[in-house]
C-alpha cells in the first residue's frame, strides 16, 4: 500500500475543526447574561465573567491559529493524527462548561482548580496532534529549528499548568495568572523561536577572501 493510500488531505481535517472551533466559542457567548442591575453595579457584576470568558475565547483562539499554523507545513496526515484531533477537540469542547462553573461558582478554588486542570488537558491533547504532524514533518523533511523551539514553549506552557492546579487551592486567582500566562507564550505563534533557532543555527563560514 502507498503512502498516498494510507494518508488524507488536511482539508476536511481543518474545516472541520474551524466548525467545531466556532460552535465552542458560540456556545460561550451564549452563556454570557445580561446583569440584573444597571449602571457602574452592573458592570462590578458582570466583569468577573467576562474576565474567565475573555481567557477562554484567547486561549481557545491562539489553539485555533496554532492549529492553522501547524496544517500549513504539512499536506497530508495519517488516521491517527485525525485520531488525536477528535480528542483535542473533544476535551476542548468542555471549556465552555468548565469556564461558566468558575463563574457559577464565584471563583471558588475548587472551579478554579478545575478549570486549570481543563487547561491542561486541552494543552496535553494539542501537545499530542503536535507530535503526530511532526512526525509527518519528519517525513518530508519540513521539520525546522522554529519547530523545535515551538515544542519547548509547548512543554513550558504545560509546566504553567501543572503549577496553576495545586496553586488554586492556595490562592485561585494567582492560579488564574498563571493559566492567563500562557497567553503571553502564544500570544503570537512565533513568540520566542527565533531565539531557539539561532542557537541551533550553524555558524556561518568565513570567506576565502575575507581579512582575519
Not at 493510500?5 to 458560540?26: H, K, N, Q, Y
Not at 493524527?81 to 477537540?89: A, S
Request: hydrophobic share 50%; aromatic share 10%.
Amino acid at each position: 500500500m502507498s503512502v498516498e493510500a494510507r494518508t488524507l488531505p488536511t482539508g476536511r481535517m481543518e474545516a472541520f475543526s474551524d466548525g467545531v472551533i466556532a460552535v465552542i466559542i458560540t456556545i460561550m457567548v451564549l452563556e454570557l447574561h445580561v446583569p440584573h442591575t444597571d449602571g457602574w453595579p452592573a458592570v462590578r457584576e458582570i466583569a468577573p465573567r467576562l474576565g474567565v470568558y475573555f481567557l477562554s475565547f484567547v486561549m481557545i483562539g491562539i489553539y485555533w491559529l496554532n492549529h492553522h499554523e501547524l496544517l500549513r507545513r504539512v499536506e497530508r496526515v495519517h488516521y491517527s493524527t485525525l485520531l488525536t484531533n477528535l480528542l483535542w477537540l473533544f476535551i476542548s469542547s468542555l471549556i465552555p462548561l468548565s469556564t461558566e462553573y468558575v463563574d457559577e461558582k464565584q471563583f471558588s478554588a475548587f472551579a478554579v482548580m478545575q478549570y486549570a486542570v481543563m487547561m491542561l488537558l486541552t494543552g496535553a491533547s494539542f501537545g499530542l496532534l503536535r507530535m503526530t504532524l511532526l512526525r509527518v514533518q519528519r517525513q518530508t523533511g519540513t521539520f525546522g529549528e522554529n519547530d523545535r523551539a515551538e515544542v519547548a514553549k509547548h512543554v513550558g506552557s504545560l509546566l504553567l499548568y501543572v503549577v496553576a492546579v495545586p496553586a488554586a487551592y492556595w490562592h485561585p486567582l494567582f492560579s488564574l495568572a498563571l493559566t492567563a500566562s500562557v497567553t503571553v507564550i502564544w500570544i503570537a505563534p512565533w513568540l520566542g523561536t527565533q531565539h531557539v533557532a539561532r542557537m541551533h543555527a550553524p555558524l556561518p563560514r568565513s570567506s576565502k577572501g575575507e581579512s582575519r
